[in-house]
C-alpha cells in the first residue's frame, strides 16, 4: 500500500531559509521533517487555542455552581417557554 503525500511550497527570505537551515541540523533532522514538525506543533496548537475553553480554578468554581444551581428563569423567558409548549402541543 502506497502512502499519499501532499506537497507544501512556500516563498520565504534566504536569511529565513539559513535560520531554519541550522535549527535543523542542531536538531540532527532534515529541513524538511523540521518544518513539517514545526508546522504540526503549531497547528495542533492553534486548533487547541480555537476549540478548547480553559478556565482558571475560581472560574470553574462558578461555572460548576451555575450548573447545579442555574439562576431562575427571567418571566420573559418563562412566557415564551410557554408559549412554545403551547404551540407544539395545539398543533
Aim: hydrophobic share 45%; aromatic share 2%; glycine share 2%.
Amino acid at each position: 500500500m502506497t502512502a499519499t503525500r501532499a506537497r507544501l511550497e512556500a516563498r520565504i527570505d534566504p536569511d529565513v531559509h539559513s535560520l531554519i537551515k541550522q535549527a535543523a541540523a542542531l536538531r540532527g533532522s532534515t529541513v524538511t521533517d523540521f518544518v513539517v514538525t514545526a508546522a504540526r506543533v503549531a497547528a495542533q496548537q492553534t486548533v487547541e487555542d480555537a476549540t478548547l475553553l480553559r478556565l482558571s480554578r475560581e472560574d470553574q468554581r462558578r461555572f460548576a455552581e451555575a450548573l447545579m444551581a442555574p439562576p431562575q428563569a427571567a418571566p420573559a423567558l418563562r412566557r415564551a417557554r410557554d408559549h412554545r409548549k403551547r404551540l407544539l402541543t395545539e398543533g
